[in-house]
């Protein structure tokens, strides 16, 4: 049964979003995670898996699982980006937190209890962090962790943005104040994660960060050189973006993709 509409007193407390590319093999899993983790914490949530243009069986791996979950599947128009797929999946969550999930659980679906508990402490946004080196249960390479740590200074050097860590793919939203975020979000690739916060900042948003448990994963689909100088030369579009004055106004195709959501809350101006 579809979960009620988005601002509805009947809407789900949490949509979960994940990003897929080409993961047939490691979606079961995760999906059986997270169906085991609502089941303990009677948490009433919707799944949304947002196929990027897959070319094996992840659309069908997701459209077969278990019927009882309250799943749904959005197929990008061919392979867009994880950042586009993860506008696609906010912007069409119907739930009152939206949080976004790597395919691989990197994080464990549990350290959400985490991030639920900033956002009812007064948080707009939490989002997961890799800062605390004892919280690492299984760790990238030396170059890895290298290029992280020099793609955060550059994103505090370009945008401002004072986070250790804002590439970590587990951020918990509260849905009525970041539609305006997700509304003009254009980095569709691997950079789009600074420009939600920079979004947020402009926005007023309070943003915490939390330190969660996080294990790297085999198979990650980044590529270290080429994605590298690609997110280098996103954070410098964030800028431009800015300066142009393009975040003012909705992305076009988000305002289409948003029938349920309220006028008012998307064209708003920026807080201050």
């Given at each position: 049964m579809p979960s009620a509409p988005y601002g509805s007193p009947d809407a789900p407390e949490l949509s979960i979003i994940i990003p897929a590319w080409n993961e047939e093999r490691r979606l079961p899993r995760t999906l059986e995670r997270i169906a085991d983790y609502l089941r303990r914490s009677g948490r009433d949530a919707e799944i949304l898996v947002v196929n990027d243009g897959s070319t094996d069986a992840t659309a069908q791996v997701a459209r077969q699982y278990d019927r009882s979950l309250n799943l749904r599947v959005l197929d990008n128009p061919g392979n867009r980006g994880k950042g586009y797929s993860v506008r696609h999946g906010m912007l069409a969550a119907r739930g009152r937190h939206w949080l976004f999930t790597d395919a691989d659980l990197s994080a464990p679906i549990e350290e959400l209890d985490k991030l639920m508990a900033e956002l009812r402490a007064g948080a707009d946004i939490a989002i997961g962090s890799r800062s605390r080196s004892d919280l690492i249960r299984l760790h990238q390479s030396p170059w890895r962790e290298l290029a992280g740590r020099v793609f955060n200074r550059l994103v505090f050097l370009i945008l401002?943005?004072?986070?250790?860590?804002?590439?970590?793919?587990?951020?918990?939203?509260?849905?009525?104040?970041?539609?305006?975020?997700?509304?003009?979000?254009?980095?569709?690739?691997?950079?789009?994660?600074?420009?939600?916060?920079?979004?947020?900042?402009?926005?007023?948003?309070?943003?915490?960060?939390?330190?969660?448990?996080?294990?790297?994963?085999?198979?990650?689909?980044?590529?270290?050189?080429?994605?590298?100088?690609?997110?280098?030369?996103?954070?410098?579009?964030?800028?431009?973006?800015?300066?142009?004055?393009?975040?003012?106004?909705?992305?076009?195709?988000?305002?289409?993709?948003?029938?349920?959501?309220?006028?008012?809350?998307?064209?708003?101006?920026?807080?201050?």
């Open positions: 401002g943005l004072r986070f250790r860590d804002t590439q970590c793919g587990f951020k918990l939203f509260c849905a009525d104040s970041s539609i305006w975020i997700f509304s003009r979000q254009r980095i569709t690739r691997w950079g789009f994660d600074p420009e939600l916060l920079y979004l947020a900042r402009r926005r007023g948003l309070r943003v915490v960060e939390v330190p969660v448990v996080w294990s790297h994963a085999e198979g990650a689909k980044i590529r270290m050189v080429r994605d590298s100088l690609r997110m280098f030369s996103e954070i410098l579009a964030i800028r431009w973006h800015a300066l142009l004055g393009h975040y003012r106004s909705p992305v076009a195709e988000a305002v289409v993709a948003l029938p349920a959501k309220s006028a008012a809350s998307i064209s708003s101006p920026p807080k201050g």
